[in-house]
């Protein structure tokens, strides 16, 4: 691997752990014990980012502030459907998605290890669909809720299984 491409993994990496600070910082507003978040979310978050090519992504919001979702259907079973957020590479590419303009609607920037936390956080969204190459549809990332909810989880189960330290205090102190 060249130094220029370490060097902007590196880069990379220190942005994510400046969005990560920011959510433990935030996270009693959240309702979310702060150890809960360094040893269970803060690292999944990481994962599922650092797969991911970009530190930001762009989302669109209805009049009311809220993300604007689509209903995707299987095609071999209509009746089969989820709910899905786009998030795009670029501002452009939110602003031509579906080829739709409507001033209603506002493209907001939001860092990467946000959204992941918005979807784990929000139950009516089944996925989140990233744009990775900006212009180009067909170049994207699925993060379902559930596999993201379910990796936290099992950071949880592993932080109350881990044996507590013992602090070495005798028995017979009193």
Same mark, same amino acid.
């Given at each position: 691997m060249c130094l220029r491409l370490k060097l902007i993994i590196l880069e990379i990496a220190?942005? *994510?752990?400046?969005?990560?600070?920011? *959510?433990?910082?935030?996270? %009693?507003?959240?309702? @979310? %014990?702060?150890? @809960?978040m360094e040893k269970a979310v803060v690292p999944t978050l990481k994962l599922f980012a650092s797969q991911l090519q970009h530190e930001q992504y762009y989302v669109l919001h209805g009049k009311n502030h809220s993300w604007l979702s689509t209903i995707l259907s299987n095609r071999k079973n209509p009746k089969e459907e989820k709910r899905v957020i786009y998030a795009f590479a670029t501002k452009k590419d939110a602003e031509t998605f579906q080829g739709i303009i409507n001033p209603e609607i506002s493209i907001i920037s939001i860092p990467v290890t946000h959204l992941l936390f918005q979807l784990f956080s929000v139950e009516s969204i089944d996925s989140m669909i990233f744009q990775e190459v900006p212009g180009n549809k067909e170049s994207q990332a699925e993060i379902s809720r559930a596999k993201l909810q379910n990796i936290i989880q099992q950071q949880l189960r592993a932080l109350k299984s881990k044996p507590r330290k013992n602090n070495n205090i005798p028995p017979n102190l009193a």
């Open positions: 220190m942005y *994510l752990d400046e969005q990560l600070e920011i *959510l433990i910082h935030e996270a %009693p507003q959240q309702g @979310v %014990p702060i150890s @809960v």
